[in-house]
C-alpha cells in the first residue's frame, strides 16, 4: 500500500526526533527517571533487541538480566509471537465489540487452565495490578468480608487496591486512605491463624517468591496457610504475575509445594510476549459465580481493553512457545546451574553472603565483611543509605561488562536476576565471569568502583 503524502511514518518519526528521547522525558514524562539513570550511567541508547540481548549505535552488545522486570519471559521479538500478532491483525477481526463472544478470549483461558486444572474459569484484564485487584474484588465478593492479608515486603501492584496490599512503606506513604488490610510476616503461620479468627478475613494474597528480595516461602507454608484459611471461610491468592508461566522452573510457583490449590491466581507479564499488555485472573467455578450472579451483574466487573484479540493472540503464542521449546524446563536447569555457580562464590568473598531463589529468579545478597579495610568502607556506604553496596555491582555490570541487572528493592543490598527463560550456558558463563571481575575489583579495596561508591553516598547524602 502506498503511503499517502503528509500520512502518519512513525520510521521517519522515530529518524528525526529518536536521539530526543531523554529530553522528552525530562520535559513530558517522569523528570525523575531520567535524572536517576544518568546519575547510575544507565541513560544508554539502544537501537534495537532480540532474545536475551540488546545493541547500542556502535554494535556493542548487552546481556539482558532483567527481562523488563520479568515481561520478556520469551525474550524480544520472539518470532512464534511476532506471526501471531502479524496474522491477528491480518485477520481484522470484529474485535471488542462488547456484544458478542470472540473465540480467542475462550481458546487461552482453556489453555491457562489446562496448566492449573483445579481451577474453573479466568477473568482477562490488562495488566498485573488489574489481575491483583481482581482477585481482591472477587474475594470480597464470594466471602462477604472485608479484609484481605498480605505479607511485609511484599509487592503486588501500586493502583490503589493493589497497593492496600503492598508490604512496602515507600511505595504506600502518602496515599492514604488504602483498603482495611492487615500485614503478617511471610512464613508466620501463628500471625496468620490470629487474624483468621477474627473472622473478616476475605483472603490472603501471598506471592510463592517475593519478587523484592527473591524470598521464597518456607517449605510446607503455603499448605499451611490454605488449610489455615479454608477451615475460617477465607480464601488464597497466589500472585504469579512474576513467577508464573515458567520463573521458577515450574509452570506456576505454588506448583513447587504438593498439595497447594489457591482458590484464586493472578498472572501477567510473560504473558503478554512483550508485546501487548495482558493480565490474567483465575479461579474456582463459585467464586465466579458469585460474582457474576445474574444477568444484572454481568458487568459488574468488566475492563474496557480486557480480552483484546491482540494481547490474547499474545498469550496463546506465548503458551505454544512455552510448550513447544520446552521454556520451563530450561528455566530450571539453566537456573539451577546459574545459582549454583553463584553460591560457589560465596565462601571466596566475604562481602557475599547468599544466593538464593528458584529458576531463573535468583536473588544475590551482600552483607557486611570482616575484614577491617571493608568493613570501614561498608559501614560509609550503610551510614549514607542502605543498599548502596548493590547498586555499586550493578552499575559497572552494565559499564564495564554491558550486563543489565537491578537492586532487588529500596534499601536492600540484594540484586535480582530474572533473564529472560530462554538464556543458557553462554549466558550463564558471561553473566559469573563478569560478576567475578566486579567481586575481585571490590574485595581490592580500591579503584573506580569504590570511588563510584562515594559519589553514590554524597547523592544520598544530597538528597535528605
Known sequence: MTRSPGGFDLTELLARRGAERYELHSRHLNHQLPR????????KVYERAEGAYFWDAEGNDYLDMLAGFGVMGLGRHHPVVRRALHDVLDAQLADLTRFDCQPLPGL????????????????FG?????AVETALKFARRATGRRRVL???????????????????NGFRDGFAPLLPDTAVELGDLDALEREVRAGD????????????GVNPAPPGYLRAAQELLHAHGALLIADEVQTGLGRTGDFYAFQYEAGVEPDLVCVAKALSGGYVPVGATLGKDWIFKKVFSSMDKVLVHSASFGSNAQAMAAGLAVLSVLEDEQIVANARVTGELL???????????????AVRGRGLMIGIEFGRPESIGLRSRWAMLQAARKGLFAQ????????????????????????????????GEREVERFVTAF?????????????????????????????
Open 36 to 43: 536517576m539513570l544518568r546519575t547510575i550511567g544507565f541513560d
Open 108 to 123: 487461552l483461558a482453556e489453555r491457562l487452565l489446562a496448566h492449573t486444572p483445579h481451577l474453573d474459569r479466568v477473568f
Open 126 to 130: 490488562n495488566s498485573g495490578t488489574e
Open 150 to 168: 498480605y505479607c511485609d515486603h511484599a509487592f503486588h501492584g501500586l493502583t490503589a487496591g493493589s497497593l492496600s496490599v503492598n508490604g512496602e
Open 201 to 212: 478475613v476475605a483472603a490472603l494474597v501471598v506471592e510463592p517468591v517475593q519478587g523484592k
Open 339 to 353: 545459582r549454583s555457580r553463584l553460591a560457589a562464590l560465596v565462601d571466596r568473598y566475604e562481602l557475599l553472603h
Open 392 to 423: 555499586m555491582v550493578v552499575v559497572p555490570l552494565l559499564q564495564r561488562h554491558r550486563i543489565l541487572t537491578q537492586v532487588s528493592g529500596d534499601r536492600l543490598e540484594v540484586i535480582k536476576l530474572i533473564p529472560p527463560l530462554i538464556i
Open 436 to 464: 567475578t571481575a566486579v567481586m575481585d575489583d571490590a574485595h581490592n579495596g580500591g579503584g573506580l568502583m569504590w570511588d563510584f561508591g562515594r559519589t553514590l553516598v554524597r547523592q544520598a547524602v544530597g538528597n535528605r
